[in-house]
């Protein structure tokens, strides 16, 4: 017997059967690609006039800083709270397109670069505009133009698993929008049901206070996470944007809980909503634990 696993003299399981995936739009281009994964702020600073300046904004009273020497380690978390910025944007990444192809890259993966208080950007406050200081949304248009004129691809980072307490959807603290905005102070705004709240209780994602977890119980939020025209999954592929696909982080927590399941629904219509945009698409998901349930061509 002959199957994914193993070659045996005993009938196996049925865990590790050879699938037919029938009707599966598969992005060639993948398959020969080199990735080369940037983390943006570290990268090139090919404009200092969109730095972060000392002082500029402040998380939980610590203030951001610009250091100064390019070549100088990050600090601690408990130095710096991740509020330390080197100035690296989307122009220096277009700067070194060349020094990338003499590598052989085809196809770059930036970590988060949209809208963030701190320099890992996974603590989104805005998924419909690139960060100021990467260049904003002009700078990513940009990128992607001459990226693809150099017969190169483009892989963006996202966590639609849950957001910050600042973004401007739950805006708990009021650092960055005023308070009469988000769901965490405004117990009748449409942003309420994108969450779980018991009171001023709400569902954490791995017990972290500051990452309140996305209800996608909501419809609401399904909409203008993936489904709608001008959601923020169709955004980014369309022009003038027009990456090549999406790489999800903790994919594996996503629209599950302990109580609610709907993985199984949600993951479906993301891809479904991808491919009717581009058929082309990347979808890479980020899995802590075993997929194997994904992998059975049932999704």
Request: hydrophobic share 35%; net charge negative; proline share 4%.
């Amino acid at each position: 017997y002959y199957n994914q696993l193993e070659i045996s003299d005993c009938m196996p399981d049925e865990v590790y059967d050879f699938k037919i995936l029938t009707n599966y739009v598969q992005p060639d281009w993948v398959k020969n690609a080199v990735f080369y994964q940037i983390f943006p702020d570290r990268f090139c600073n090919g404009n200092k006039e969109n730095d972060v300046y000392d002082g500029e904004f402040s998380v939980f009273g610590d203030k951001a800083m610009k250091i100064k020497d390019w070549n100088s380690e990050p600090k601690e978390y408990e130095d710096a709270r991740c509020l330390d910025f080197y100035g690296g944007d989307l122009e220096g990444i277009i700067e070194k397109i060349p020094y990338m192809k003499k590598l052989g890259v085809s196809a770059i993966y930036l970590n988060p670069i949209f809208s963030a208080a701190s320099v890992h950007h996974y603590d989104c406050l805005d998924f419909f505009h690139v960060d100021k200081h990467f260049g904003g949304d002009e700078a990513l248009a940009a990128l992607s133009k001459k990226l693809h004129e150099n017969d190169m691809k483009l892989i963006l980072d996202v966590s639609i698993n849950h957001t910050g307490t600042a973004h401007k959807w739950f805006n708990k603290e009021g650092m960055f929008y005023d308070k009469s905005l988000g769901a965490y102070n405004n117990p009748d705004a449409l942003e309420r049901n994108y969450y779980f709240f018991d009171g001023d209780n709400y569902l954490q994602w791995a017990n972290v206070p500051t990452l309140p977890t996305l209800n996608y119980q909501s419809m609401a939020l399904r909409d203008i996470i993936y489904k709608s025209q001008d959601s923020v999954v169709k955004k980014w592929l369309k022009a003038p944007y027009n990456i090549d696909g999406w790489r999800f982080d903790v994919a594996d927590t996503l629209a599950r809980n302990n109580e609610i399941q709907l993985h199984h629904t949600v993951w479906p219509e993301i891809r479904k909503s991808i491919k009717e945009e581009n058929a082309k698409a990347y979808v890479l998901a980020e899995d802590w634990c075993d997929c194997a349930e994904f992998l059975q061509g049932k999704e």
